[in-house]
């Protein structure tokens, strides 16, 4: 337990976080310029939360020496809980729903395929 790499981890969750709003800004402009739909939208959120959390556990498991998927969940938890937290603290209140449950997956599987691509 002595060797949990948390330099690393704090690392590829801020790496995460950057990436993310990158690509959400990116989906924004996107959005903005042209004549997309709400339901396209949606999906091209979807897909760049996935993207910003893939980015941030591969690089995180690129740094580490083993274990790579362990420390691609971990980035895909944490990063969960701090869209959770930063929601929550934006809505006033937390409501669970599929919605919910859409994004833990889209952070859990993304963290977990960035974790085994960074190997």
């Given amino acids: 337990m002595s060797n949990i790499n948390f330099k690393g981890i704090i690392k590829g969750l801020l790496f995460t976080v950057i990436m993310t709003f990158i690509f959400l800004l990116l989906v924004t402009v996107i959005s903005y310029f042209t004549d997309v739909s709400a339901k396209a939208v949606d999906i091209l959120i979807f897909l760049g939360l996935g993207l910003g959390v893939l980015s941030g556990s591969f690089a995180v498991s690129k740094a580490s020496d083993n274990r790579g998927a362990v420390y691609g969940i971990v980035i895909g938890i944490l990063s969960f809980l701090l869209f959770l937290v930063f929601s929550v603290s934006v809505n006033g209140r937390f409501c669970f729903n599929s919605h919910v449950v859409s994004i833990m997956a889209v952070c859990l599987c993304s963290g977990f395929l960035?974790?085994?691509?960074?190997?």
Avoid: E, P, S, T
């Fill in 114 to 119: 960035g974790g085994i691509l960074g190997k």
